[in-house]
């Protein structure tokens, strides 16, 4: 049940920043499965890229298989494929930070747009071990924007989720809802349990010869 509740949350809060995906290609890595759900039946195409040491499962299990085992600095896609990205538990998760992130560069189609979502480093989520925000590398949302700017992304915006504490009390779960929505409502940033930046892919344009 708690696991449903921050699906929920987390898939609210990409909806916000991503309403309209239509014709487009969405790649999620990491731990993106629940969260490209939505997608499937808007996008052109999704496609799901899973760690190899996070392990592979079929997905969706209700229709063709999009998910694929992965090294996590070696995608098997070409320049540019992705239209859009999404990186959850990845991030934190890596033994390469600095592959990855340029793994991410290479994929991601210029001007593309990219979510990568992270356990906030003041939230209560990071702090238990009972979800997988508490293992890793937490952030803040500065934090995770300086990383994306150091590798050539341009992050536009950030936002949070899971505002409820992560207790799988029944309290806790009825309410969850209306913490999310409280906490938008009030912005309070500092005490989502996921932080969420997107960015852009950076396109450098060459200067002419002639030109000072």
């Known amino acids: 049940p708690l696991?449903?509740?921050?699906?929920?949350?987390?898939?609210?809060?990409?909806?916000?920043?991503?309403?309209?995906?239509?014709g487009e290609t969405v790649v999620g890595f990491g731990f993106a499965a629940p969260l490209l759900r939505p997608f499937l039946g808007e996008a052109r195409r999704?496609?799901?890229?899973?760690?190899?040491q996070q392990g592979v499962c079929r997905w969706p299990p209700e229709g063709p298989n999009t998910a694929v085992l992965v090294e996590?600095?070696?995608?098997?896609?070409?320049?540019?494929?992705?239209?859009?990205?999404?990186?959850?538990?990845?991030?934190?998760?890596?033994?390469?930070?600095?592959?990855?992130?340029?793994?991410?560069?290479?994929?991601?189609?210029?001007?593309?747009?990219?979510?990568?979502?992270?356990p906030n480093r003041t939230g209560l989520w990071a702090r238990s071990d009972a979800t997988?925000?508490?293992?890793?590398?937490?952030?803040?949302?500065?934090?995770l924007e300086s990383v994306l700017r150091a590798h050539d992304f341009a992050p536009e915006r950030h936002a949070g989720a899971l505002w409820g504490p992560p207790s799988h009390r029944r309290f806790w779960?009825?309410?969850?809802?209306?913490?999310?929505?409280?906490?938008?409502?009030?912005d309070a940033q500092r005490l989502a349990g996921a932080v969420l930046v997107e960015a852009t892919r950076r396109v450098l344009a060459m200067p002419r010869p002639s030109a000072k």
């Open 72 to 118: 996590e600095t070696h995608w098997p896609l070409p320049v540019g494929f992705a239209d859009r990205l999404i990186v959850a538990h990845g991030l934190e998760n890596s033994e390469r930070p600095p592959a990855l992130l340029e793994e991410m560069h290479r994929v991601l189609a210029p001007e593309g747009r990219m979510i990568v979502l992270a």
């Open 46 to 52: 999704v496609l799901c890229l899973m760690p190899a």
């Open 132 to 143: 997988p925000f508490g293992h890793g590398r937490p952030y803040t949302a500065a934090q």
């Open 3 to 22: 696991g449903r509740a921050a699906q929920r949350a987390l898939q609210s809060a990409l909806r916000e920043l991503w309403p309209d995906v239509t």
């Open 173 to 186: 779960l009825k309410t969850a809802g209306a913490w999310e929505r409280l906490g938008r409502r009030l």
